[in-house]
């Protein structure tokens, strides 16, 4: 993979053009990096001044690899760009914003991104992702520099007064985790970034790693700061290699830059980090399994109590946070909680990246505030299904998240609001299905990914998914007791949520319950029995 600023014939790099070109793991996909080859030679027989850099992905995934050129007026956006279409970019004078089919226009302007309120992801796209002096011309350390001018009881207050919860699905106030640890004695403590993103239909920690890991860094020496912790681990699963390196390439560079270590900026204060690879397991998402993961230990989930905000990595008072929430950190200091606090609704504070997939027709990534509805992403910004047939069901929240029919659709995205209609926002991933789906097979999946996942440490979810999965069978089969199976079903589901030690057997009858509630045809429910129109309060 192709990394940082390349130079293509050009003596001096003051008379270069830059193109910006993703490095991205979804750009590489879509051949970036032949594509960045193939720029450098043509400008190169040409004998035209080109500098080429490799920078994050803007998320609009269905024009990757986006190629920007740096004009007068602005970026000028290209894309998709392959192998072929070089040669006729340059013929078209796209070095000068020259007009061609894959011309976009200026990318700012583009609606996608000019409708989108972007603070955490304000960088992404926009910087060379490993130089620091670019993160830093972007305001990037202006909120670190501030901590280190604040003691940490004001750096908890000011985070608590933004209004953050966390972003990884649980919503929980991260002032207030944050202060348990702050007010644990103890010699030691951790922070620990859970950058194990496993949810179907997630991409925004990726995103960020890959393209401002920086900002990942100043939020977690931050909250170093903050609870007087003074090592820190982000657990990265081994499936993102390019997030991976790019991060390990980060941390040295911020370390030589004296913005990590044992005397930050001269300070005298200290904070370290290292990446850690995971093998993989969804159940590593899980806080608890993490640390024991983390440990050398099977992921395995642990009964609370104790927190980890107490007793959590060997032993001791942890943070563990998401990515985005400790992305979204270094603004808040920068700009002052209220800043944040002013967009969202409710409790739902600040923004969040929500990331489209599934069938639609413009996957992406989209921060916005709170309040925002799904049918809002799926249309202005999803652009329908990519089938071109009706819409039928979104899933909100990854792979334990409800099933929403379009009478849904206008609830606005805010955590309370959704915990009323029995869904959950989760980690911001929205995966659209159009009118062929068959939603009796989707609760099929939904048990049956619980067992393949499960750590088996609770029989709820270790015995429950397996006869959730061989019940759902049985209903789709037909037959004389169906009726008794779909109780049958409902009554296994309120086992599982209320007895499972984790969110993946407490959460897996969401999917499930809300496919049988909204979707009873699909399970040979043809009367309207109380059964097909039961009440989903069993998933409260």
Known sequence: ????????????????????????????????????????????????????????????????PLAEVVTPAGRAAYGPVQVEDVAELFDAGWLQGGDHRLHLGLTEEIPYLKKQQRLTFARVGVIDPLSLDDYVSHEGMQGLRRAL???????????????????GGAAFPT???????LTTPAEQKYIVCNA???????????LLMEGD?????????????????????????????????TLREAIARARAEGWLGDDIQGTGKRFDLEV??????????????LLESLEGKRGVVRAKPP??????????????????SLASVPIILARGAQYYRDYGMGRSRGTLPFQLAGNLKHGGLVELAFGVTLRDLLVDFGGGSASGRPLRAVQVGGPLGAYLPESQWDVPLDYEAYINISAMVGHGGIVAFDDTVDMSHMARYAMEFCAVESCGKCTPCRIGAVRGKETVDKIRAGGPQREQHIHLLRDLCDTMLGGSLCALGGMTPYPVLSALNHFPQDFGIVQDSPSAHQTASQQA
Not at 22 to 29: F, G, I, K, M, S
Not at 196 to 206: A, C, M, P, V
Not at 276 to 289: P, V
Not at 309 to 316: P, R, T
């Open 149 to 167: 001018n604040l003691s940490p009881e004001q750096i908890v207050t000011e985070v608590t007064d933004s209004g953050l919860r966390g972003r």
């Open 175 to 181: 002032g207030i985790k944050w202060k348990t640890v």
């Open 213 to 245: 890991p920086f900002t990942l860094i100043e939020g977690m020496a931050i909250a170093g700061l903050a609870v007087g912790a003074a090592y820190g681990y982000i657990y990265v699963r081994s499936e993102y290699p390019h997030a991976i390196a």
């Open 1 to 64: 993979m192709s990394t940082g600023v390349l130079h293509s014939n050009a003596t001096d790099t003051q008379d270069a053009v830059t193109i910006y070109l993703p490095r991205d793991a979804a750009a590489l996909a879509m051949d970036a990096d032949a594509v960045a080859h193939a720029i450098e030679a043509e400008a190169q027989r040409r004998g035209v001044p080109v500098r080429l850099v490799r920078n994050g992905s803007r998320g609009l995934l269905w024009l990757e």
């Open 196 to 206: 194990d993103e496993g949810d179907s239909g997630t991409f925004s920690d990726r």
């Open 307 to 324: 927190l980890p905000a107490i007793a959590g990595l060997f032993g001791k008072p942890t943070v563990i946070n998401n990515v985005i």
């Open 276 to 289: 850690r690879t995971g093998a993989g397991a969804y159940i590593c998402g899980e806080e608890t399994s």
